[in-house]
Protein backbone atom coordinates (compact mmCIF):
# COMPACT_ATOMS: atom_id res chain seq x y z
CA UNK A 1 0.00 0.00 0.00
CA UNK A 2 1.76 3.39 -1.11
CA UNK A 3 1.72 6.44 1.76
CA UNK A 4 -0.64 9.29 1.06
CA UNK A 5 0.82 11.90 -0.73
CA UNK A 6 1.06 15.53 0.91
CA UNK A 7 -1.14 18.31 0.53
CA UNK A 8 0.20 21.18 -1.73
CA UNK A 9 1.08 23.83 0.47
CA UNK A 10 -1.42 25.97 -1.28
CA UNK A 11 -4.41 23.86 0.34
CA UNK A 12 -2.84 23.88 3.75
CA UNK A 13 -1.38 27.72 4.12
CA UNK A 14 -3.73 29.75 6.16
CA UNK A 15 -2.11 32.78 5.76
CA UNK A 16 -4.08 33.98 2.56
CA UNK A 17 -7.63 33.40 4.51
CA UNK A 18 -6.51 35.00 7.58
CA UNK A 19 -5.26 38.01 5.58
CA UNK A 20 -8.35 38.22 3.65
CA UNK A 21 -11.11 37.55 6.49
CA UNK A 22 -9.62 40.39 8.22
CA UNK A 23 -9.52 43.02 5.14
CA UNK A 24 -13.06 42.18 5.15
CA UNK A 25 -13.42 42.60 8.55
CA UNK A 26 -11.92 45.50 8.18
CA UNK A 27 -13.77 46.90 5.62
CA UNK A 28 -16.96 46.38 7.67
CA UNK A 29 -15.53 48.25 10.43
CA UNK A 30 -15.18 51.61 8.11
CA UNK A 31 -18.38 51.02 6.41
CA UNK A 32 -20.21 50.37 9.26
CA UNK A 33 -18.73 53.35 11.15
CA UNK A 34 -20.25 55.93 8.76
CA UNK A 35 -23.34 53.90 8.23
CA UNK A 36 -24.72 52.53 11.98
CA UNK A 37 -23.15 52.78 15.64
CA UNK A 38 -22.92 50.78 18.21
CA UNK A 39 -22.77 46.38 18.35
CA UNK A 40 -22.05 46.48 14.96
CA UNK A 41 -19.33 48.74 14.55
CA UNK A 42 -17.55 46.87 17.68
CA UNK A 43 -17.98 43.56 16.20
CA UNK A 44 -16.47 44.77 12.96
CA UNK A 45 -13.27 45.76 15.52
CA UNK A 46 -13.30 42.58 17.42
CA UNK A 47 -13.21 40.95 13.77
CA UNK A 48 -10.05 43.31 12.96
CA UNK A 49 -8.41 42.31 16.54
CA UNK A 50 -9.05 38.38 15.98
CA UNK A 51 -7.59 38.58 12.91
CA UNK A 52 -4.19 39.92 13.61
CA UNK A 53 -4.42 37.41 16.45
CA UNK A 54 -4.76 34.82 14.22
CA UNK A 55 -1.85 35.89 12.24
CA UNK A 56 0.11 35.88 14.98
CA UNK A 57 -0.67 32.06 16.42
CA UNK A 58 -0.01 31.33 12.57
CA UNK A 59 3.33 33.18 13.08
CA UNK A 60 4.47 31.61 16.29
CA UNK A 61 3.84 28.36 15.22
CA UNK A 62 5.52 28.69 11.97
CA UNK A 63 8.63 29.48 14.79
CA UNK A 64 8.06 26.79 17.24
CA UNK A 65 8.21 24.21 13.96
CA UNK A 66 11.40 26.04 12.36
CA UNK A 67 13.29 25.46 15.90
CA UNK A 68 12.36 22.01 15.75
CA UNK A 69 9.51 22.04 18.56
CA UNK A 70 7.99 18.46 18.70
CA UNK A 71 4.59 19.93 19.31
CA UNK A 72 4.43 21.95 16.54
CA UNK A 73 2.39 21.82 13.91
CA UNK A 74 4.53 21.40 11.07
CA UNK A 75 3.25 23.50 7.82
Known amino acids: MRPTP ?3 KRLTDLTPVVIVGTSLWAVATVVLFFVTDGI ?3 TACSGVVLGFVGLA ?7 AARRGSKSAQRF
Open 6 to 8: ELP
Open 57 to 63: IIAWQRA
Open 40 to 42: WVQ
